[in-house]
């Protein structure tokens, strides 16, 4: 079994909606891009797995804030250091992917955040999906209306989700190696949801 | 003749292990056989060729017959196999256990018999299985062990891969009254599985529902294929067992272990049709509403009650189920106001009241059925047994065409004109609604072509 990094992951997904970010080589390449972000940024150790546990993830840095811990953090992980936008988001969900030993590759979408083992919100397609299904799927959630618009807040946007729930059914089906597929969190800020981070697991 | 066709329609059937102790299994199917209803030829087989139930057995086959029965000491089990192979059956159903269930020595010999009856053209079903049960012209052919059988013959097939749900199955049949076709217990499924049984029951013209009792998928694509093509034509029940063993599984804290695989059932079930019965009384239930009508139902509900309480758990047994309780419109409530009590309910539930002059009943109830708003009816009467009501349900049912299902607690006449009616009656309000539920279920959905 092989972890891809998260820079990796995200790059075997393809073109799925994502923060802005780039993987810097550099205080210097690091500091000048959170500074076109123009606001907080989240600065991420590149590489190790259990990145969050081991102290490589740090939160809302200014681009001063960001050139003083990007040589430890470099330093955790391969020596580059992931920059991102800081998004705060609405509500989370996960989208995964598994290979069933009855029914082969499906896709997961729920709910995440803190509570998500303790509410096990979630909702189960057969890879591919076919039209339609992923929003029958989402109807049975019991967060439903939280993806409808809740209080008014505008609607979890379905082609962006579907984007993301076909660029992992696209992984399982397209290689056989991949064993596991876990986009989490996926943020929602207004409706938009964005894959902030992501675990591909080969064989 | 397919070896299915052999398994459920048999022209001439072999019992091997008929044997004259009547505490034997293989005397109890042979006893079965003869005395089910089975019109065709019956070969008993015995090493000692003693006579069984007045008529003499053979040592060995033969000569070809459909299907042998086999029944017989796991040992001697590979040997009765290859004899029926060699006499040229088309299919032959294993009752004996001892095999995969005890462990890799006994699925290696599953493997080996597979390959024996294969080699010969013949098909396995079993081993470790209840057998078959199946409604022919002249009456029931009761290839199993079971002694006592469903009542009535009617639309319910049942496919297991259990053998003792199959006797809770012919049990409720019986109590409800509920017809059935065919029984086929697939055991060990070391040849035969249950996809390619679902199958043969899509194209069975005896089979109007189906019902499927599940531990697992050998190949889940499959048998989503299968049951797709079957639901386009009939609707399919799924009774899914183990499903919390998955759910145990899910401690890891990544998404795809968090429901464990029953989530991948469920979309199995999703993409192929299929109405997943949430425990065995509910998968009884869905088989009994089904069982009355496979039309389709809109989700609109009237929930026509005399009793306050139990109509308001049906109504909300019927919003947890996502179905519409919109109010009667304004002409059928002045119409309830002219009929029942003036503290009779003109919502929805529409509660007419035990205190409804009984002359008044027809009429009121014909109203609410009339009523454009609403797809169909749920009749909830606890104990208010005036033949008007039921008469007056009937009646409007048959006229208005809507589907309805019922809760009838200690009122015999009103139960006997439902029943009379062909109204599914199920044992309390919340399961009358779950029943209705399913012929909203079996609706054309819009991602799915129309069957």
Redesign the interface.
Known sequence: MAALSEWESKLALGDVPRPRERLTATAAEAVAFARTLGGPVVAKASGPVHKTERGGVRTRLGPEGLASVWEELAALGDGRVLVAEQVEADYEL?????R?????P?V?V?LGGVA??LL?D?????APP????L???LA?LRCAPLLRGWRGAPPADRAELTRIVAAVSRLLEEDEEVV?V?C?PVMVRGGRPLVVDALVVRR | MSALEAVFRPGSVAVYGASRHPAKLGHVLLRNVLTGGFEGRVVAVNPSREEVLGRRSVDRLGEPVDLALISVPARAVPAAVEDAARAGCRAAIVLSSGFGETGPEGKWVEERMRGLARAAGMRLVGPNCMGVVSRLPGGWFNGSYFWRLPGAAGPVSLVSQSGAFGGMFFAEARRRGLGVARFLSVGNSADVELTEVLEWLADDPATGVVGVFAEGFRDGRRFVAAAERCTARKPVVVLKAGKQAAGARAAASHTGSLAGSHGAARAAFRRAGVIEAVDSDHFFDLLSALAASTVPAGPSLAVLTISGGPGVLAADAAERLGLRLPPPSEATRARVRELAPPFAAGGNPVDLTPQCPPAGFPAAVRAVFEDPAYDGVVVIDCGLDVAELGRGVAEAAAATGKPVTAFVLEAPRVEEALRAAGIPLLPSPERAVAAYQARVAVAPRPDREAG
């Open positions: 996960i989208v995964g992917g598994v069933d030993p009855q029914f082969g499906v997961s729920g998500a083992e096990r979630v909702t189960f397609l057969l076919r039209p339609g299904e929003e029958l799927a049975e596991e876990d989490n």
